[in-house]
Structures are given as C-alpha cells and as structure tokens.
C-alpha cells in the first residue's frame, strides 16, 4: 500500500480559486488549515476494554461486549474518513481472544478478533495486556478503606521475598506482543499496526482517601502500568511496529483530578463511565494521539 501524504493543505487550495482579486487573495493568507486525506480504505480495531469503552454513551444496543459509538477507534475512523471500519475489541479481553472465541461479560459469545482482519486491511489498532496481566484486579487488590497501618499493602503482598509477582507477569506476557504483531502481519501483510499503549490511572502518592489506595500503593499501582506501557513500546519498536504513548498526554487527568479534568474514573462508579477505565474525554484524548502518531509517520 502506498501512503501518500497524510495532510492536504485545503486552504491553499480554496484560495487560489479565488486568487484573481487582491481582496479575495489577502483575505485567504495565513488561514490554511489541515484536513484529513483518506490514506486508509480498511481500518480494524483490536483490543480490550480500554478500547471498547463500556459504559460511554451512546453504547451501542445488544453489543455484547460493551462497546461505544463514541470509542476512540469509532473517532479515529471518522476522522479519517473510513467506511469500511470493524471494531473488533471487546471488554475483559485478553490476547488469547484474538485467537479464539469469547465468553463475554454480558453472557454473548463473539468471534475471535483476528476474525475480522482481511488480507487488503490496511490499519490496526491493539490495545490488550491489561487482562493478561491482571491490572484492574491489582488495582482493587490495592484499595484499602482505612488509613494505614489498617489494612494491608499491596505493594507488599505483591512483593514476597523481594520478588514482584507484578513485575515478573508483566514480563513473561512482554513477547505476546511480538506475536500479536507477527499474526496481524500474517493475515494482513499490508496493514500498518499501530500499539496503543494505557493511560495514567493514578498520580504518585495517590489523593488518599478520595482514592482509597494508600500513597505507597498509588505510586507501585503506576508503576506497573509504566512497566506494562514500556514493554509494549519495546516490542513495538523491536517488530517494527508503531507505538502511541498515553502516559504523558493524560498525567494530570488521572483519577485524582478534579471531576471536570478526570479522563480516568476512579473507584466510585460514575455517570458515563465505568470505575478505573477512561471515559469519554479520555477516549477522545485516545483519538487524538492515536491520530498523531498516524500524521508524523506518514
């Protein structure tokens, strides 16, 4: 597939249609804008329920994997101007549901994500590995009700004999990117595959009790995100594939931000939204980094 320049300067093109009068030509200066060009005929969507969005409205009706019309995929395909689009992703999944089937959180089943890639796919989003490696039950594993020493540390409990249990998951899971990359590769040999890593979930320190996980916790609760984000971005870069950081852009918008800054939910269920996943404005902030990254490579 070929892949021609990403942007089309649109504004010098609406301005020298109108050229031939000085006003006409002064009042086009220093107005050009981008507008997407359609690179990509073909787009799927793989991933778990980071990407699905469960919970963001408009949820889309009988979905059984909890899937939004408003998930970052859904925006990055319409900013593109992509018809032929499938979501594929689908919440609780793991890698081992590209493979097979799944049995999913609302009692459907649905066909393994690979399914849906074709030989003429020519982009693929991922975003897995928070399943495989268990990060939302590390996270409840690191609520604690009271304030220290009441409780129990999750950064403790999770370190026995100095050994990290998280730490050592996380590594194990790293080269089932490489092979997640290999077999999109092999279905669609032309597809450009794009690794979408996880936002912030939590500052360092915590914002305990609003959250209640103890500040220790917070930080070693990141910090495991950071590990699985880094190996992502490793593997990625190893396999030639591209990488798209969410860390950075969502610092200061983790669950501990003001609700009106909050892309992360926290613990309490909250409107539009499902506890430690990203909402709507995070999904959005996903678009635009996913749409980034397509921009400077291209």
Not at 176 to 187: A, G, L, N
Request: aromatic share 6%.
């Amino acid at each position: 597939m070929t892949r021609p320049s990403f942007l089309r300067r649109s504004g010098v093109i609406a301005c020298a249609a109108i050229a031939f009068t000085v006003v006409a030509t002064a009042a086009c200066a220093g107005t050009e804008e981008t507008t997407p060009v359609v690179d990509y005929e073909s787009y799927v969507a793989l991933g778990d329920s980071f990407t699905a969005g469960p919970g963001i409205p408009p949820q889309i009706e009988g979905d059984p994997c909890g899937r939004s019309a408003s998930n970052y995929p859904t925006l990055v395909a319409a900013e593109l101007g992509i018809e032929d689009f499938v979501d594929a992703s689908c919440g609780a999944a793991t890698s081992l549901d590209f493979a097979m089937s799944q049995t999913t959180f609302r009692g459907g089943t649905v066909p393994p994500q690979y399914d849906s890639l074709r030989p003429d796919t020519e982009l693929v989003t991922v975003g897995i590995g928070g399943n495989d490696i268990g990060l939302v039950q590390l996270a409840l594993g690191c609520v604690n009700l009271s304030a220290p020493p009441e409780g129990a540390s999750c950064a403790i409990t999770n370190t026995p004999d100095g050994t990290d249990r998280v730490d050592a998951a996380i590594d194990a899971f790293a080269p089932t990117y490489t092979t997640v990359i290999d077999e999109i590769r092999r279905r669609s040999p032309d597809a450009r595959i794009v690794l979408v890593g996880y936002p912030t979930g939590i500052r360092d320190g915590g914002c305990f009790p609003d959250q209640r996980i103890w500040p220790e916790d917070a930080t070693y609760l990141q910090e495991k995100i950071d590990r699985l984000n880094t190996v992502m971005r490793e593997q990625a870069e190893a396999a030639e594939a591209d990488y798209v950081d969410l860390r950075s852009s969502s610092r200061d918008h983790d669950a501990c931000a003001d609700p009106e800054d909050r892309w992360m939910a926290g613990l309490q269920p909250a409107a539009g939204s499902i506890p430690l996943h990203p909402n709507a404005a995070g999904h959005r902030n996903a678009a635009d980094q996913v749409l980034a990254a397509i921009t400077d490579r291209s």
